[in-house]
Structures are given as structure tokens and as C-alpha cells.
């Protein structure tokens, strides 16, 4: 495959661009592969890419029932960030930041990562303590984290209400090496990555059954027939649960809907990420101008990629409460994503009760950022038949001994649901 770069750049407007070579190839599946990938998202493209790179494992198929990047990677607000407390996720987040940095040079494909930094905002003294304790660990974990006044947020922030009566600043946490990342270049970079090192890309392949016997998987049965592989790791978002049952097994998940939207574009006016858990808005401006903001999840089990008027009101009312100023915008767009969300808002890597099927689930509203990591992770898994030591706390059996991550305010609340 041709390497990207200002040459060949250069050389293709020659001939007017009309000779690029595809990105990646779209073959008809093989008999059988070592590994099979089930969903071509980010993280089974991520997965795929790192069994080649970093394993050697490089007969490896990823299948998926529609195109690549056309679920949940391409369906959410693009920010990156590792802010965790609690050190099972801290460092496993850290790990993804240390790739988000790279990636760009790794892939040979801007990913437009843009390290513009988060701001979590704090409206109660509560919350105030709450982000200086969680800072304090940050930074004893060695993860970047500052303590922002309001005359800061403000200067960073100008069109930000901070005298808000509803949602009054006291202040607020800020990661500054975290970001925003261009979501649809993060899969297609992947993809083609992946490519380049000999994994199969089976678009429009969807799989509608497992064949297992005797305790261990064989492969899958798909659209465009049987497929054998040696082993078979799922990465399938919200849809996990309805790809689990076809190998018997429940998981301790809930499938729902999680909306964003964007305004219409407008000159630069917001150059970080600003999110407010108590007004359950988090937003950020693209490249191209438009205001990318989203909220809360829509509190009822779905699989459907649209939602309702009643959350885009929400998380709206709430932007405009933080940024009187954007009021006067209108609203471009909308999109849903389905996420399953796990029981302690944490997500599952780990080896399934099957001998040679592995899951990657429940990521709630952390999958995005978690895209280089957890396909590292994933395919260490796969590849070594173990966890990861950084994922070694994202066990699936877990729930079964009560060792929990429950990292408070990141997950489902299965009580409210």
C-alpha cells in the first residue's frame, strides 16, 4: 500500500487524484482464520490491527454486518480522556492516551487528534471536593490533571456563564492532554492499517449464528456461509447481548440509546472541551465549526440508532444554560448510538466461559476514547489467551465474585432503570 505523505500528495495531483489505490480491499471470506473479529467499530478494527502489529497474528478476518465505521465509532462527541480515579481504569485509560498521541504517525492517517484539554465543570462545593480528590489521584498516577479556577475558566472559556443561577462555577478539573479525535478517520485509519498487514475486511457479512462444540468455538455462521476460525473475539457495542445469546450465554449488560447532535457551523468561539455532569451536557466545537455537544442517555432499552425529543430538549436547555450565546444556533443535526452498559459502569475484556471466544462489551459512554487501549488490550487477550494487565480489573467474572469497578458517575444505574 502507498504511504500518505505530502509526495505522494503531490505526485497523485499529477493526474488529477484519479489513481489513488483503495484504502483497503474488499475480499470474499476465506474457509478459515486464525482469529475472526466480529464488528468492524473501532475496537474490532483497532483489535485486528494490533493481532498484526504487535502478535504477528496477521490471518485475521473482521466481519461486519453492515460498513466499516458505520456504528458507534462514528456515532458520539469525539472526546478523548483518561480522568479516572480508581486505578484499574486510570492507567488503562492512560495507556490509550499514550497511543491517541501517536497514532496519526502510527496509522499513517491523521486521526486529527487534538489535545485541546477537558474541563469538568464543578457547581456545588461537593463537586469541588469530589474533582480536587480525583485530581489529586490523577496526579499521583502520573495522569495530567489541573485545578482551574473560574477566572481561569473563564479566560479559557469567555462565552461561558459562570454566574449561572441554575448551574453557578466554582471551578473545575481539567485534563489538559485530553481532547477530541475525528471518529470516522480513527476507524478508516484503522482500517486501512490493518489492511496493509494482511487482515481481510468482509463488509456486509453479517454473522447469525455460532458453531461450538464440545465446550469450544469453531467459527461462525454468517450471510455469505460458514467461516472457521481458531478463535473468535467479539467486538459488536450494543449489539453484544443479541451476538452472546447465539453462544447461549446472558450478560450482565443493558443495551440504550445515547444521543448527540451538532449546531450549524459558526466561527471559532470554543477551543476545549467543556462538560458538566449536574447539567449532564458535555461540549466541544470540530474543525469545521460546528458546535458537538450531547447528554445523558435516553433511559430505556433500545436498539434503535434514533431517539427522542425529550433528551435533545434536555441536553439543548442545558447548553444554552451554560452558553446563553449559543442559543441563537440551530440545531444542524442529531444521531443516536446503542451501548451496552455493564452493571459498574466499567467494561468487559476477558475470556469467555467458551474455549476460544472472547468478549469485549459494556463500555457505556467511555468506548470512543477507549479505542486504541482496548484494542491493545483486546488483542493481547486474544492473542496470549489472558488479560492484560492493564484490562486484568475488566474480568467478566467480576459480577460473580463482587469484585466491582464502579467508577461513580461513569455507568448505568441499574436501580433507575
Known amino acids: ?25 474488499s475480499p470474499e471470506p476465506k474457509p478459515e482464520y486464525d482469529v475472526i473479529i466480529v464488528g468492524g467499530g473501532g475496537h474490532g478494527l483497532a483489535t485486528a490491527y494490533y493481532l498484526a502489529k504487535e502478535h504477528g497474528i496477521t490471518n485475521v478476518a473482521v466481519i461486519e454486518k453492515g460498513w466499516l465505521g458505520g456504528g458507534n465509532v462514528a456515532r458520539n462527541t469525539t472526546i478523548v480522556r483518561s480522568n479516572y480515579q480508581l486505578e484499574g481504569n486510570a492507567f488503562f485509560y492512560e495507556k490509550g492516551m499514550d497511543l491517541w498521541r501517536d497514532l496519526s504517525q ?34 499521583l498516577n502520573g495522569i495530567d490533571a489541573e485545578w482551574m479556577t473560574v477566572d481561569q475558566i473563564k479566560k479559557k472559556a469567555p462565552l461561558l456563564n459562570t454566574e449561572n443561577m441554575r448551574y453557578p462555577v466554582y471551578g473545575g478539573l481539567c485534563q489538559p492532554k485530553g481532547g477530541t479525535a475525528r471518529h ?80 450549524e457551523p459558526v466561527k471559532p468561539a470554543l477551543d476545549t472541551v467543556i462538560t458538566s455532569g449536574a447539567a449532564h451536557c458535555y461540549i466541544s466545537q470540530s474543525d469545521k465549526g460546528e458546535l458537538v455537544f450531547g447528554g445523558d442517555i435516553d433511559f430505556y432499552n433500545s436498539y434503535a440508532q434514533r431517539g427522542n425529543y425529550p433528551i435533545i430538549e434536555h441536553v439543548v436547555t442545558a447548553m444554552c444554560e451554560l452558553f446563553p450565546a449559543f442559543s441563537r444556533l440551530r440545531l444542524m443535526r442529531t444521531w443516536g448510538g446503542v451501548m451496552d452498559m455493564s452493571m459498574d459502569g466499567t467494561p468487559i475484556i476477558d475470556k469467555t466461559p467458551i474455549d476460544s471466544l472472547y468478549i469485549n462489551a459494556g463500555w457505556c459512554y467511555g468506548g470512543f476514547k477507549a479505542t486504541p487501549a482496548s484494542g491493545w488490550c483486546f488483542a493481547h487477550t486474544i492473542a496470549q489467551d489472558q488479560p492484560h494487565d492493564l484490562s486484568s480489573e475488566m474480568r467478566l467474572n467480576r459480577f460473580e465474585t463482587g469484585h466491582t469497578l464502579d467508577e461513580k458517575g461513569v455507568g448505568s444505574t441499574p436501580n433507575m432503570h
Open 1 to 25: 500500500m502507498k504511504k500518505y505523505s505530502v509526495f505522494s500528495l503531490a505526485r497523485n495531483a499529477l493526474d488529477y487524484h484519479e489513481n489513488w489505490t483503495e484504502a483497503w480491499r
Open 106 to 139: 502510527d496509522l499513517n492517517y491523521n486521526v486529527m487528534f487534538s489535545p485541546r484539554g477537558v474541563i469538568n465543570l464543578a457547581h456545588n462545593d461537593a463537586q469541588v471536593d469530589a474533582f480536587q480528590r480525583r485530581g489529586n489521584t490523577m496526579r
Open 184 to 263: 470516522d478517520a480513527v476507524a478508516w485509519g484503522y482500517a486501512r492499517a490493518a489492511d496493509d498487514r494482511g487482515v481481510d475486511m468482509i463488509q456486509n457479512c453479517e454473522v447469525t449464528g455460532m458453531r461450538i462444540e464440545n465446550g469450544k468455538i469453531l467459527g461462525v455462521e454468517t450471510t455469505k456461509g460458514f467461516i472457521g476460525a481458531k478463535k473468535v473475539g467479539v467486538a459488536v457495542a450494543g449489539h453484544s447481548s443479541q451476538v452472546f445469546q447465539m453462544a447461549g450465554m446472558r450478560l450482565p449488560i443493558e443495551t440504550h440509546l445515547l444521543q448527540a447532535m451538532v449546531s
